[in-house]
Each structure stands twice: as C-alpha cells, then as structure tokens.
C-alpha cells in the first residue's frame, strides 16, 4: 500500500513570504501527484498536477516539483488568498493505501 | 460549463442505508470515469470509490468495500453511491469529482462538486 505523509501539518507565514510544503510517497508514484488548495466551506482546486505542471489559471506563484517518492509544493509571495488548507495527492493507484496527504494548514 | 451537484444526504442511523447521487452537466458525462471522495468534518479528503465510463469497472476504498456501492446511469448523466451498513464514522461531506482525462483510472480532478452531508448518528 501507498502512504503519503505531507509536512507540516501547520505552517504559519506572513504575506510576502516564500513557504514549502513536502510530500513523500512510501513508495514511487513516477510523476502522478497533485497539489489542491481548499478553502473553508468550498470544495478543493486543483494547483499542480504531473508534480510540476501547473493547472490553468492558477497563478505562477504556485510551483511543484519532485518525483519519484518526494514532492514540494512552494508558493514564491504569499498572498491574503493563499490562506487555506493545501493537499497532495497520488494518481497512481487510487486503491492502494492513501491517495490524499493528511492536508497542511496554511494560517497568518 | 462543468457542474457537478450532489444530493441525497441525509441523518441516519448506524446499520441503515442511504443513496448519493451526483448529477453532471457541461460536459460529455458517459466518457469520463467519476469518483466518490469524502471528507469528515474538521479531517482530510478520503478518497471512497472510482467507476469506468460505462460502468464495467468499479474499484473502492477499504474502508468502504463490501458496504457502499458505485454505479451510474449515463442516460440520466448522473452518478451513485449506495452506501448500506453505514457506521458512524461515515459522517462526511461526499463529494464527486471527475478526472481530467476522460476514462482513465489514474489521473488527478479538474471538477468537484460542492458536496453533500451524510451523518450517522444514533
């Protein structure tokens, strides 16, 4: 089975500021991940997929990179949008373990 | 445009059962494999159950295998999820969400809808 461990599960930062999130895989999922933001009350949007490609219209300051068993997600100036819960996810095998990282809270 | 729009949720309790449904519009619904994800309040995505465009394959989280079931019925452009034995633990925001790619298994979601509450209470 896969698991996925996304650090940290809390982050606190100010706006302007350069943060990273990590994912590892317990075993390699090649490419196959993607990074989702989800605000309170709505439903989660996709930012990265492939690891390093980013969605459309989704701003530049959103970046991925990884692959293999471990992937970071970074956001280059933190913006007051950008506070949310972020998550990876593996779309390798859905049915093997985990497919979503535990989620990483990103608060002022 | 692509809507996704989730409905049967409800407040029941343990043992029974209940049926989600996800009606899709804006989009080719009978080329696109679909899923199940659900979130419990305050917790992370959980990802429940995936079925192919013409239902042929259906594959489920273990959390969940013998007990819900997914289905669709693409003349009416709308997705299942009959869920039976239900614990309370189940108590989560259902979502469906489709995959980019149209019928494949392994790829990410480009659409969710905005889901729907199951609790399970006694």
């Known amino acids: 089975d896969i698991q996925m461990t996304q650090s940290p599960s809390t982050l606190s930062a100010a706006v302007g500021d350069r943060v990273t999130i990590t994912c590892r895989a317990s075993q390699s999922i090649s490419s196959s991940l993607a990074w989702y933001q989800q605000k309170p009350g709505k439903a989660p949007e996709v930012l990265i997929y492939?690891?390093?490609s980013l969605y459309s219209g989704v701003p530049s300051r959103f970046s991925g990179s990884g692959s293999g068993t471990e992937f970071t997600l970074t956001i280059s100036s933190l913006q007051p949008e950008d506070f949310a819960t972020y998550y990876c996810?593996?779309?390798?095998?859905?049915?093997?373990?985990?497919?979503f990282g535990q989620g990483t809270k990103l608060e002022i | 445009q692509v809507q996704l729009v989730e409905s049967g949720g409800a407040v029941v309790q343990p043992g029974r059962s209940l049926r989600l449904s996800c009606a899709a519009s804006?989009?080719?619904?009978?080329?696109?494999?679909m899923h199940w994800v659900r979130q419990a309040p305050g917790k992370g995505l959980e990802w429940v159950a995936l079925?192919?465009?013409?239902?042929?394959?259906?594959d489920y989280a273990e959390s969940v295998k013998g007990r819900f079931t997914i289905s669709r019925d693409n003349s009416k452009k709308t997705l299942y999820l009959q869920m039976n034995s239900l614990r309370i633990d189940d108590t989560a925001l259902y979502y469906c969400?489709?995959?980019?790619?149209?019928?494949?298994?392994?790829?990410?979601?480009?659409?969710w809808g905005q889901g729907t509450r199951v609790t399970v209470s006694s």
């Open positions: 804006g989009f080719t619904f009978g080329t696109y494999a």
């Open positions: 492939k690891a390093s």
């Open positions: 969400a489709r995959p980019r790619c149209g019928d494949c298994f392994s790829d990410f979601f480009d659409y």
């Open positions: 079925i192919s465009y013409d239902g042929s394959d259906k």
């Open positions: 996810q593996q779309y390798n095998r859905y049915s093997s373990g985990d497919t």
